[in-house]
Each structure stands twice: as structure tokens, then as C-alpha cells.
């Protein structure tokens, strides 16, 4: 069947405008203006997206397949204390699924490549707060149960992933309808700054992380003597920590696609382990988080603070409403002045060649 399809052409670097551009890829690049049945089709060739969008896309159904179990075998919706690991698994749903989408369809203009990516922001956000809602309810050492730490953590970890969420939309385009329209366009496009950028969104997506695990990581790694609840999760939990900060690594660095340039342009850059990463360890995660829920049920039922709505899915779907408004505010600007992306990183291949 694909032999009988026209799959779409495939570019360089010096034939795409440089928002399209990443970092020590040379080639793979898809037409900046593909048409949606383009980008879909581009799926069942080799890109420099093709694995970006197989590696998550593929696990989002395993996600699903565990989220399923759990509400339809174990009932779970019927049992409060189960509600924040159904929070976690909803979260690691949506946040492969839109950064599939995002890798899928960025390439239809500019101002698609934008929006696509905000959206993936705010699903990364999203996951950031299903990890501390369930590390609020079954991580929590035992001697930090209860602490004011313990009661005011989730406003926190929500407050957290707003500013994460406007954050990594700001370093794309800057301040919605200040710095990006007509006129003052090329004071802060992300192709103008990359480092400063680039740099922005790690801060973005790493102090939300690093805050939701203050608890994990004093359980596993600082404390010493009663109450500290070593168990058979601690073990998971080694794993998933080390994947974390092996993805924020790869993230951060761009290795081993900058060592040479051009060579794993299409299989083993940054991004594809990264991803790899990032799936192990939400694996690893949730595997901890059913046996935290599982070996200390008893003793947080009769100890810990109790799993109401109010600290579980309500503050959930208070993010989701808040973020999806963020990011509607950051793609307006988008919509409604196309001149603030295609017209201005429309650029020619001849006119890129010569910028490079």
C-alpha cells in the first residue's frame, strides 16, 4: 500500500525556515508546509520525527490499557483513595499522546509548529501535577505526614504548574500580544534567542519536578531511623528518579547528536532517547505508586491526611481548565495575525542557506 502512496519529500536544514531548525540535525527535515494527510503520511516513512512521534505514541495505549484496568477491574472510582492514582494515569495518557500530536502536525505551517507545542507544554505540566497529587497521598514518608509541608504541598504543586505552563509558552514567542504581533515580531521569536529559550523551558519543566519530589527524595535518599517507610516501592522509585534525570540530561544537552552533527539524524538523537527515558520512568513510577498505594493503605487510612476530591481530581481539573486558558492566550496572537509567523519565519530555502 505505501508503494502505491506518493510519501512526502524530505529536506535539509538549508531548504527549511529556521523556526523549523534543531539542534545539530542536518537532514530529515519534512516540507514546513505540509497538508494534515502529509504529516500523517510521513508517519510510515523515515523523519527526524518518525520515532519522536512512534515512541510515545505507542506507549500512550499501554498507559490507557492501565488506566482501563484500573477503573474497570478495581473499580476505582468508587474508592477515594484510589482517585490520585487515576489522576497519574490520565496524565501519563495525555502527555505522550499530545507530544505525538505535536511532533505529528508542527510541520503544517509556523503557527501550527506553535500552537502543536503549547499544547504539549501544558500536557508536561499536567503530568508534573498528577505526580505530586499522587505523591501526596502515598509518598509522603511517614514522619512528614501531616507537617504543614504535607498540607499545603498540593496549592503548591498547582501554583507550580501554572507558572510551568506560562513559562514554556513564553519561550516560544514571549508575552502574548505584547511581543508577538505586526510590529515587534522580531524582538523575542524563539529562532532569535534559542539559548535563552531553550534554557527558559528547562527551568520551566525542571523546578516543578524537582519541587514534587522533595518528599520522594528525602524518603529514598536523606532519611534515616523510624518513620522514613522503607518498603519494596523504594526500589522503583531508584529506577524512576535515575530515568528522570537521565531524560532532563538528554534534554538539556542535545547529546550525542552535537558530538556529530548530522549522524543520528534520524535514529538515536537527543529527542528519541529522551522519549525512551521519559516512558521508562513514568513506568516505573506508576509501578511504585500501585505498590505505595497497596503496602501503606492501612496505615495512611487511619493516619494520613484523608483523599478527598478537593485534593485529588478537583485540583486536577482546576489545572487543565487554567492551562488550556494559558495556552488559548498564547495562541490568539497566533490566530489572529498570521503575519507574527508565516509571514515573518516564511523564509525561502535560498534565504535560509544563506543565513546558515
Known amino acids: 500500500m505505501l508503494s502505491l502512496m506518493q510519501l512526502p519529500q524530505v529536506l535539509t536544514i538549508h531548504q527549511v525556515p529556521k523556526v523549523f531548525h534543531e539542534d ?51 473499580s476505582a472510582w468508587q474508592d477515594a483513595f484510589t482517585w490520585p492514582l487515576l489522576v497519574l494515569l490520565v496524565s501519563c495518557c495525555v502527555y505522550p499522546l499530545a507530544s505525538s500530536c505535536a511532533h505529528t502536525f508542527s510541520t503544517m505551517s509556523a503557527r501550527a509548529r506553535h ?54 509558552c513564553y519561550s516560544r514567542l514571549g508575552l502574548p500580544f505584547l511581543q508577538c504581533n505586526h510590529d515587534t515580531v522580531k524582538r523575542f521569536p524563539e529562532c532569535q534567542s534559542p ?46 528518579i535515575c530515568l528522570a534525570l537521565l531524560t532532563g540530561f538528554l534534554f538539556a544537552t542535545h547529546l550525542p547528536e552535537r558530538l556529530a552533527p548530522g549522524s543520528f539524524d534520524y535514529i538515536g538523537h537527543s529527542h528519541q532517547l529522551f522519549h525512551v527515558c521519559s ?52 495562541s490568539l496572537p497566533l490566530l489572529s495575525a498570521p503575519a507574527c509567523t508565516d509571514k515573518k519565519h516564511k523564509t525561502s530555502p535560498k534565504k535560509a542557506s544563506e543565513r546558515l
Request: with cysteine; net charge neutral.
Open 195 to 240: 539559548k535563552f529559550s531553550k534554557g527558559l523551558r528547562v527551568v520551566a519543566f525542571a523546578y516543578p519536578y524537582l519541587f514534587d519530589s522533595i518528599p520522594l527524595f528525602y524518603r529514598v535518599f536523606l532519611c534515616v531511623g523510624d518513620g522514613c517507610t522503607d518498603n519494596d516501592a523504594n526500589i522503583l522509585h531508584y529506577y524512576h
Open 24 to 74: 545539530s540535525i542536518i537532514s530529515g527535515y519534512r516540507h514546513p508546509h505540509s497538508s494534515a494527510t502529509d504529516c500523517i503520511l510521513s508517519l510510515f516513512q523515515l523523519t527526524n520525527e518518525t520515532l519522536n512521534i512512534w515512541t510515545h505514541f505507542l506507549p500512550t495505549w499501554y498507559f490507557l490499557w492501565k488506566l482501563l484496568t484500573v477503573v474497570l477491574i478495581q
Open 115 to 168: 500552537i502543536c507545542f503549547f499544547f504539549d507544554y501544558g500536557a508536561l505540566s499536567f503530568y508534573s501535577l498528577g505526580s505530586a497529587i499522587v505523591y501526596h497521598a502515598y509518598v509522603f514518608p511517614d514522619r512528614w505526614v501531616n507537617s504543614w509541608f504535607h498540607q499545603y504541598y498540593i496549592p503548591i504543586a498547582v501554583l507550580n504548574t501554572i507558572i510551568s505552563t506560562i513559562l514554556s
Open 279 to 330: 516512558i521508562l520512568g513514568t513506568h516505573f513510577q506508576v509501578k511504585a505508586m500501585e505498590q505505595d498505594m497497596v503496602l501503606r493503605r492501612s496505615w495512611l487510612t487511619l493516619n494520613s491526611i484523608p483523599i478527598t476530591f478537593t485534593n485529588s481530581v478537583g485540583p486536577a481539573l482546576l489545572c487543565v481548565v487554567i492551562s488550556f486558558t494559558v495556552i488559548i492566550i498564547f
